[in-house]
């Protein structure tokens, strides 16, 4: 059982940058793999990167390849999520999540959630 909180979020114009946190509690952080996903006005909840327990292995959906980067620090029970050249199109609230199971895309095979944290865009 984790209890999982992002910060971070705000208003940025398109090219900048923002660090998204996500703080876990419980001593159990290690044995979870994390993702991030965001969810924007009128659309359904999409993956956007996953991290296995060690941090050794990435995972990224297309659309932010190259510009964005997941991180986590097991010491600090916190996963961060690194995004650069950002655009108006990545506007969304973006949630941390863990899974016991395998770095995965899949929504459904996540087991604990975060409320999100808002990312503005601006042109």
């Known amino acids: 059982q984790v209890q999982l909180v992002e910060s971070g979020g705000g208003l940025v114009q398109a090219g900048g940058s923002l660090r998204l946190s996500c703080a876990a509690s419980?001593?159990?952080?290690?044995?979870?793999?994390m993702g991030w996903f965001r969810q924007a006005p009128g659309k359904e909840r999409e993956f956007v990167a996953a991290i296995n327990r060690s941090g050794g292995s990435t995972y990224y959906a297309d659309s932010v390849k190259g510009r964005f980067t997941i991180a986590r620090d097991n010491a600090k029970n916190t996963v961060y999520l690194q995004m650069n050249s950002l655009k108006p199109e990545d506007t969304a609230v973006y949630a941390c999540?863990?899974?016991?199971?395998?770095?995965?895309?899949?929504?459904?095979?996540?087991?604990?959630w975060g409320q999100g944290t808002q990312v503005t865009v601006s042109s």
């Open positions: 419980g001593r159990t952080f290690s044995s979870y793999a």
């Open positions: 999540a863990a899974t016991r199971i395998f770095p995965t895309m899949k929504l459904r095979e996540y087991d604990y």
